[in-house]
């Protein structure tokens, strides 16, 4: 080892089957092309292209072009920066972050500039004489707004600096949060001086906006008339002061007259407690959100203890192998092909799955988590697939297989299942080998095991040659739980406290 280094493609580094990135399994190795070359016996050769595109050339066509050269050399298909695994990690997470800085802020200050204007409301309400007699002494209005205005900026501004205060320290465990995730050179927090400027402004201008509406009502009345005790507004309503009501006691009239005398006030009081319960919930759920995924995905549809893949397809037999070795519980194999699936004009890439008829470890499931029987016959569509490539049950598929010989055929849809989670298309194995006519052969193995010796079955699978990976169950959620828990509970913690 000479170095340590990365690049664009590897700032998010996970193994193919391993949605989160773990050092501990995975490692990104370079070397030069000639010593690559002659270990694995590939002088003069090359199994993969990165190409640069001049400006203002269209993407799509480019990959349209490679597509059409390289098909007769087994070329599986190209695709533009935008597919590829750790770009599209790392833009859709900074797309959603984009959108939580502007909505979330948004709707704190409408929150905060409705509670700040309900206090000052009351407060100008009891000071009401008082401001009815100045303007009666010739003081001008200006002077009294500009009173409200010093009173509402200290708290703005108090508010504000212990707002960038806890964003800052805020945004650091944010960071520190992400560099288990994305692999930077260099990933240091930033605070440019604009943003706690802009965020100070709009604290001011949102404090000053509900100062404005409270101070409204008070200055547009004439002092005469603002010195006498405000009439309940409830007064004005002929209904509350029917036969029935007079006979209601003195505490239940306060009652009804505080909450429809003023309706406005008491639909945003209503609606602002009610938004509370969202926010506490959407701290929370999260975790459960996740848990119900992991869940779903590990002990209903994943059965087995860990996934065994190979380097290429390889005969069933390996099935039979591993079912034989000590403290093997369990086996299934099942074929995956990366294939395109076609309906129209519309297509979509991705991993043709082929499975047993009666496969246990490895079964599709429904909303109601009930396993869902394999048509032996046709493909067996999630529905956010159907609904990306718009077709139903009996709707024909063009089905190009992108590996190999390249086979392309036509399959029905024989059955669309809700499951919760993914694009997935399955398929009755031995059909999907007699469609690509390469026999009875497997590209991974799900493997029960038992439990006290686990640990010893997995050393063994991996040292065999043909063995690319095995994906154990509990090795990953472990990870999940170092990645995610922290990132989640954080900000669990923030929104519920707001």
Sequence with gaps: IVGIANSPEFLYAARPGNPLPDDRTFVVLWAGEKAIAAAFDMEGAFNAIAASLAPGVEAARVVADLDRILEPYGAIGAYGRNDQSSHRFLSDELTEQRTLALIVPAVFFAVGAFLLNVVLTRLIETQREQIAALKAL???????????AKFVSVIALLGAAAGAIMGARYGQGMINNYRPFFRFPELAYVLPPWL????????LVSALSAAAFALHRVLRLAPAEAMRTPVPATSRFAMLEGARLRRWSPVAKMVWRAIFGRPIRSIFTVVGLALSIPMVVLGLFWWDALAYMV????????????????????????????????????????????????????????????????????????????ATPLPLEGLLMTR???ERLGVAPGSVVVVESLEGRRRVFELPVAAIVDEPLGYNAYIEIG???????????VTQVVVRADAGRAETVWRSLAERPRVLATAVKSTWLRVFDEKIKDLVVLSAVVLTIF
């Excluded at 893949?309 to 403290?327: G, N, T």
């Design 138 to 148: 010739g003081f001008p209005s200006g002077a009294i707004v500009w009173h409200y």
């Design 196 to 203: 706690p400027a802009a965020g100070v402004a709009a604290s």
């Design 295 to 370: 869940d779903v995905q590990f002990h209903f549809v994943d059965r087995g203890d860990a996934t065994v893949a190979f380097d290429d397809a390889v005969s069933d037999r390996a099935i039979r192998e591993i079912a034989h070795l000590p403290d093997v519980v369990a086996v299934e194999g099942l074929r995956s092909t990366p294939v395109k699936l076609t309906a129209g004009h519309r297509s979509y890439r991705m991993s043709l799955t082929g499975l047993d008829a009666n496969a246990a470890l490895r079964a599709p499931r429904d909303m109601t988590l009930a």
């Design 384 to 386: 956010g697939l159907a």
């Design 431 to 441: 059909r999907l080998n007699a469609l690509l006519r390469e026999g009875k052969v």
